[in-house]
């Protein structure tokens, strides 16, 4: 019972830090973006948390864990009920160290994470009611879906060499990246950022502010990869919080240093991202890194940030957060990394975790393609030019983040 409690305490302080990292996406969010369009984001990251707990009470974790299903698809019924002994008191340590709601409430938090990264790539432009909409599907139905197809004991899980991702590099950044590519290129640059043919950056309005989100992230990712060992086991933790640590440093100094090499400038919010994208990278294998394994995984990570931004503007696409280079492709090298590096490498994992990326690109493109291809052809999802000249706060919300404090904005 001892065992049972520390391991419920630790599983709490956790989710209590993923919960945190929603603060940190809202930061990092609209201090990359324009003033104008600051409440815009916060009530999507506010819309998202809410009613993606919701959902997910609802129908989502029993889509995500139906117990007996067939590999694909299952649903365990709606809302939640708690599993019961056979003298009807509630069954503690239904999953061997913690409770039936601890596990609710820490899942929970990850779910939402999926639409905020799409919240990013889409700022400044897209309408608010379809973005909810897209929300509420998403978060309900799809990202519960894909979450079984692993984490649930389905398919991907009963192959010959199982995929393996520890705490989501795939299962939640990928998940949320392929949708966010979706619908960048479903929507469009926003005004102003390509003029004949060349590429304009568009600056965001609070560096200091997205400089605190990205290290409110960085420390909600304690929870996010510690947490995911699913028990308190002092040995376990403390290397996943290492190499977390690790990939996380070894991610933005080399961004920083390939960005100067590249651009010629020391660039804050590229060392910025090259955090982030060395924290998905190390999320698919955090438990079976070396710290030697973390360093490089996270190395190559901010790396691949600064081809990857450059590569997603050269073909024209528009995300103003940088979130497709991070949580897409920095996930699909983390998910694909533990194949080469750490305790379970080798040829045949590699190949596992390459059928769990297709996978999902496959579930995620189609579905997030319908989704929001639908919504553009019935109710639109692009706001006017008027609307987005003079922001989203104003017309969406009739509000100013900064009532007595505005800048010249073009």
């Known amino acids: 019972m001892e065992l049972l409690t520390i391991n419920n305490v630790w599983m709490m302080i956790c989710t209590a830090?993923?919960?945190?990292?929603?603060?940190?996406?809202?930061?990092?969010?609209?201090?990359?973006?324009?003033?104008?369009?600051?409440?815009?984001?916060?009530?999507?990251?506010?819309?998202?948390?809410?009613?993606?707990?919701?959902?997910?009470?609802?129908?989502?974790?029993?889509?995500?864990?139906?117990?007996?299903?067939?590999?694909?698809?299952?649903?365990?019924?709606?809302?939640?009920?708690?599993?019961?002994?056979a003298e009807g008191a509630l069954d503690l340590a239904y999953n061997e160290g913690y409770t039936y709601w601890t596990d609710f409430l820490f899942q929970g938090m990850f779910a939402a994470t999926a639409a905020t990264i799409v919240s990013g790539a889409v700022a400044e432009r897209m309408k608010i009611g379809p973005f909810m909409i897209f929300t509420i599907i998403?978060?309900?139905?799809?990202?519960?879906?894909?979450?079984?197809?692993?984490?649930g004991g389905g398919f991907l899980q009963t192959l010959e060499t199982p995929f393996y991702d520890f705490a989501g590099s795939t299962l939640v950044h990928s998940v949320g990246g392929w949708a966010a590519l979706v619908a960048v290129c479903l929507l469009g640059s926003r005004?102003?950022?390509?003029?004949?043919?060349?590429?304009?950056?568009?600056?965001?309005?609070?560096?200091?502010?997205?400089?605190?989100?990205?290290?409110?992230?960085?420390?909600?990712?304690?929870?996010?990869?510690?947490?995911?060992v699913l028990s308190a086991d002092p040995s376990l933790t403390s290397l996943t919080l290492v190499t977390t640590c690790l990939a996380a440093a070894s991610g933005g100094v080399v961004a920083a240093f390939v960005s100067l090499f590249k651009f010629k400038n020391l660039d804050l919010t590229m060392f910025l991202n090259g955090i982030l994208g060395g924290l998905v990278g190390i999320t698919a294998g955090a438990d079976q890194m070396s710290p030697t394994d973390a360093i490089i995984i996270g190395a190559v990570a901010g790396a691949i940030i600064v081809f990857a931004v450059s590569l997603i503007d050269r073909l024209k696409l528009d995300d103003?957060?940088?979130?497709?280079?991070?949580?897409?492709?920095?996930?699909?090298?983390?998910?694909?990394?533990?194949?080469?590096?750490?305790?379970?490498?080798?040829?045949?994992?590699?190949?596992?975790?390459?059928?769990?990326?297709?996978?999902?690109?496959?579930?995620?493109?189609?579905?997030?393609?319908?989704?929001?291809?639908?919504?553009?052809?019935?109710?639109?999802?692009?706001?006017?030019?008027?609307?987005?000249?003079?922001?989203?706060?104003?017309?969406?919300?009739?509000?100013?983040?900064?009532?007595?404090?505005?800048?010249?904005?073009?």
Request: aromatic share 14%.
């Open 191 to 228: 005004i102003g950022k390509f003029k004949n043919g060349k590429i304009q950056a568009i600056p965001g309005h609070n560096i200091p502010l997205a400089t605190a989100g990205v290290l409110i992230l960085w420390l909600g990712w304690f929870g996010f990869n510690g947490g995911s």
């Open 320 to 410: 103003p957060v940088g979130a497709i280079a991070v949580h897409l492709v920095c996930g699909i090298w983390g998910t694909l990394a533990v194949g080469l590096f750490g305790e379970l490498a080798s040829g045949a994992q590699f190949v596992s975790q390459l059928i769990g990326v297709v996978s999902y690109a496959v579930l995620c493109i189609v579905s997030s393609f319908l989704i929001i291809y639908t919504l553009k052809k019935t109710v639109g999802i692009r706001v006017s030019e008027k609307e987005e000249l003079e922001g989203l706060d104003a017309h969406e919300h009739g509000m100013d983040a900064y009532p007595d404090f505005r800048l010249n904005e073009h």
């Open 138 to 151: 998403y978060v309900g139905l799809i990202y519960p879906i894909a979450g079984s197809w692993k984490w």
């Open 17 to 85: 830090l993923v919960f945190f990292m929603h603060l940190g996406f809202a930061f990092l969010e609209i201090g990359l973006t324009r003033q104008k369009n600051t409440l815009n984001i916060l009530f999507k990251n506010i819309f998202i948390i809410t009613v993606g707990l919701l959902l997910y009470c609802l129908v989502g974790f029993n889509l995500m864990y139906p117990g007996e299903f067939n590999g694909f698809i299952g649903f365990a019924g709606f809302g939640l009920d708690a599993p019961v002994t």
